[in-house]
C-alpha cells in the first residue's frame, strides 16, 4: 500500500525557536497533504490541508503564520511550527489520500514534539 | 462543517465477549466512513470502512454496520482478544476532509 514518512518521530525544541516537520509520500504522488495535531487522550484534529504549488488551507483558529506549511513537490509536505511555546507540545501526523484505493487515507509516523 | 460524535469514551470487555463503538455524524454528504485503531505513540491504523452505497461490512471478528438515514455506524468487534486492547476512532469523510470522532479506550479483560 501507500507509505507516508515523516520526520523526525520526536524533537525537542527550546521555547521560541521552530522546529520543520516533513512529510514524504515515497511510492505515490500526493497533490493534497494533511496536517494533524493530537494532543494527549485526545483526538486528531485537522489544522490544514496542503495543497502542491499552492497555499494550504487551514481550519479555523489555526495561525497560518505559526504553522507554516510549504508543499513544494509532488511527494513532500513541511510543516514549520515557529516561535513554539510549550502549548505546542503536541503529536503531529500528516495524511495522504491514498491514489488507489479510493477513499482510503495513509498516515505517517507522527512526530511528537515537546516545547520546554 | 462535519461533526463526529463517538460513544463511549471508556469500554471495558472480557475477553471473548464482543464489544461495540458508535458514531453519528451530522453532514449527510459525507460519504465514506473508516475506523481505525490507534496504540500509544503510534499513527492511526485503518482497520475497516465503509462507503455510503453499502450498508453493512464484515472482515473475519470485525464489521462495521451504518444507518444513512439516522445518520449512525458502529463498530462490532467479537471473541474480542488482548490485542484488541487500544483507542478506536470513527471517522467521515466530507467535503475531502476527514473529521474524527473522540475516540473509545477498549480494553480487554483477560
Known amino acids: 500500500g501507500a507509505v507516508v514518512s515523516q520526520h523526525p518521530s520526536w524533537v525537542i525544541c527550546k521555547s521560541g525557536t521552530s522546529v520543520k516537520i516533513e512529510c514524504r509520500s515515497l511510492d505515490f504522488q500526493a497533490t493534497t497533504m494533511f496536517w494533524y495535531r493530537q494532543f494527549p487522550k485526545q483526538s486528531l484534529m485537522l489544522m490544514a490541508t496542503s495543497n502542491e504549488g499552492s497555499k494550504a488551507t487551514y481550519e479555523q483558529g489555526v495561525e497560518k503564520d505559526k504553522f507554516l506549511i510549504n508543499h513544494a513537490s509532488l511527494t513532500l509536505s513541511t510543516l514549520t511550527v515557529t516561535s513554539a511555546h510549550p502549548e505546542d507540545s503536541s503529536f503531529y501526523i500528516c495524511?495522504?489520500?491514498?491514489?488507489?484505493?479510493?477513499?482510503?487515507?495513509?498516515f505517517g509516523s507522527g512526530t511528537r514534539l515537546t516545547v520546554v | 462543517g462535519e461533526n463526529v460524535e463517538q460513544h463511549p469514551s471508556t469500554l471495558s470487555v472480557q475477553e471473548g465477549d464482543s464489544a461495540v463503538i458508535k458514531c453519528t455524524y451530522s453532514?449527510?454528504?459525507?460519504?465514506?466512513f473508516p475506523w481505525y485503531k490507534q496504540e500509544l505513540g503510534k499513527r492511526p491504523q485503518l482497520i475497516i470502512d465503509i462507503r455510503s452505497n453499502v450498508g453493512e461490512k464484515k472482515d473475519q471478528r470485525i464489521a462495521v454496520t451504518l444507518n444513512k438515514t439516522a445518520k449512525h455506524f458502529s463498530l462490532h468487534i467479537t471473541e474480542t482478544q488482548p490485542e484488541d486492547s487500544a483507542v478506536y476512532f470513527c471517522?467521515?469523510?466530507?467535503?475531502?476532509?476527514?473529521?474524527f470522532g473522540t475516540g473509545t479506550r477498549l480494553t480487554i479483560i483477560p
Open positions: 495524511s495522504a489520500r491514498e491514489p488507489w484505493r479510493g477513499n482510503g487515507y495513509t
Open positions: 471517522a467521515a469523510l466530507g467535503n475531502e476532509k476527514l473529521t
Open positions: 453532514d449527510s454528504a459525507s460519504n465514506y
